[in-house]
């Protein structure tokens, strides 16, 4: 990720650091909140995130489905 900020010239140095170091705490409680997120989303059972689920399955009595493939397209 890559940030541009546009910061006046008159801007005294010690509140540009301040400013910084604001952003830099807002961007760190972001990335907290994100990987609390993204832990709680894949600790759900989803069969597409945990393959090790097993689905249920059906027997339609055809053995090669790529057989006809032209003519279900």
């Known amino acids: 990720m890559q940030m541009t900020i546009d910061v006046p010239d008159t801007l005294p140095q010690e509140r540009l650091k301040q400013r910084i170091k604001e952003l830099e705490q807002s961007l760190l409680m972001e990335a907290q909140f994100f990987a609390i997120f993204s832990k709680q989303q894949t600790a759900v059972d989803d069969p597409w995130t945990n393959p090790t689920i097993a689905l249920p399955t059906v027997d339609t009595g055809i053995e090669d489905f790529a057989t006809n493939?032209?003519?279900?397209?």
């Open 69 to 73: 493939h032209d003519h279900t397209l």
